[in-house]
Every structure is written in C-alpha cells, then in structure tokens.
C-alpha cells in the first residue's frame, strides 16, 4: 500500500512535467482518476451548474468511474501517466 502511494505521489509530480498539454479527455480521465483517489466515490459531491460546463465535464467524468476502488483508481491514474509521458 505505501508502494501505491509512493508511486501515484510521484505520478503527481511526474504530470506536472510533460511537455505538451494532454487533451481534454486525458485531463478529464487523470481528473477522474485522481478524485476517485482521494475523494471517493462522486455521489457525495456537490453536482455543478447547468451552466457550468467545465464543472459538469468533470462531474460527469468522476461518475464514470464510480465503483473503482482507491487502489485502483491510483493504479489507473500511475499507468495513464507513464502512457502520457511515453514510458
């Protein structure tokens, strides 16, 4: 478990140094990913505006992956990473 969380620690960081930025799907998959990380499940969030479409985008992303486990959203987010960064 500390190994997962090491690990998807330095995802964050790693993120944080691609060069170009990702496209909108993959920063709504890494946002989803991270939520469901450390938030949980998205049920208990407060669901955005109609008029908010960058908060609904997201909500809407988060729901997607209802049901993953903590550990496997941070499995999820780790690989997407290293996909991002070419590893």
Known sequence: MADLDAQFAQAQ???KTLTSKP?????LTL??????ST???ASGAK???R???VGKAKYEAW???AGTSADEAKTR????????LGR
Do not use: C
């Open 63 to 65: 729901t997607q992956v």
């Open 77 to 84: 987010y780790i690989a997407e990473v290293d996909r991002l």
């Open 39 to 41: 938030a949980g499940e």
């Open 31 to 36: 946002y989803a990913l991270f939520k469901q």
């Open 13 to 15: 960081a790693d993120v």
């Open 51 to 53: 008029f908010d479409l």
């Open 47 to 49: 669901k955005p505006g």
């Open 23 to 27: 496209s909108n799907d993959d920063l």
